[in-house]
């Protein structure tokens, strides 16, 4: 990934973690988790609190592999919990009616499942370049409000400098019966859709290079291979996810194709 599929990846992996209990009700709700350009001022900030944001610092070209970039990433957390005068309750938590929820929750209760969530994205979610913690900034308040507390966690990723589509792997048929495997690819963010394509006497390079016999999300598909034929299995992406539009497409790579004998 590059450093805005990473960034948008770290966001989509915080907006769906939950509270394991009770409701499951999701740590940041349903549009707590953004991608900013800095830390909003007090008159600016998000409406509905808990929330987490994905800051995109700065990154350092690799001077001997061009196509990688170290990149720096910070992720705020914010939480409010009245109570106190020195504001006690926002960082460590006050009084919750549920546990399956996010009311009462301090800061450092939050970012305690920032941090899970975070460490957890590995290669099965398309993100082939792993992230690592760096440090960790100790809450602060905003302002002269005690009630609300900041929380913020630095990340390096090892990026890849242009657009990068996770492929799918481990092509294989047994009599009609075709499968691959896909967690890679319909674990990230911008996932669409597979497409099955097939080419006679070479391998298709893009998905329009051959003909479709298949396009879902399900990483299978049961029909005729054809002697003669070389089938790839092609992972479709679209960030913004708009009907009907492919950004982009993943390549022909070993493992995501096989000629049938």
Not at 70 to 88: K, M, N, R, Y
């Amino acid at each position: 990934m590059n450093p805005q599929q990473m960034a948008l990846q770290i966001r989509d992996q915080l907006a769906t973690v939950a509270w394991a209990l009770a409701s499951a009700e999701l740590v940041f709700g349903e549009n707590g988790a953004r991608v900013v350009a800095g830390f909003p001022t007090s008159d600016l900030l998000p409406p509905v609190l808990p929330f987490v944001l994905v800051g995109v610092d700065s990154g350092t070209a690799d001077p001997y592999e061009p196509a990688f970039i170290t990149q720096d990433f910070t992720i705020t957390i914010a939480a409010s919990v009245h109570g106190d005068p020195l504001g006690e309750n926002a960082v460590r938590g006050g009084p919750v009616t549920e546990l399956g929820v996010s009311a009462g929750r301090g800061v450092l209760e939050l970012a305690e499942r920032a941090r899970s969530a975070v460490q957890d994205l590995t290669s099965a979610d398309g993100a082939k370049i792993m992230l690592s913690m760096s440090a960790t900034v100790g809450p602060t308040s905003l302002d002269d409000m005690p009630h609300l507390a900041l929380h913020s966690q630095q990340l390096t990723a090892l990026c890849t400098s242009a657009l990068h589509y996770t492929a799918p792997q481990e092509i294989a048929h047994d009599g009609n019966d075709w499968t691959w495997t896909g967690t890679q690819c319909s674990n990230r963010f911008d996932f669409k859709q597979y497409r099955l394509v097939h080419k006679t006497g070479s391998t298709p390079s893009t998905p329009a290079d051959g003909t479709t016999v298949y396009t879902g999300t399900t990483a299978s598909f049961t029909g005729v291979a054809t002697s003669g034929e070389t089938y790839v299995a092609f992972a479709d992406y679209s960030a913004r996810q708009q009907t009907g539009v492919v950004e982009g497409s993943s390549s022909a790579e070993v493992g995501s194709y096989k000629a049938i004998a």
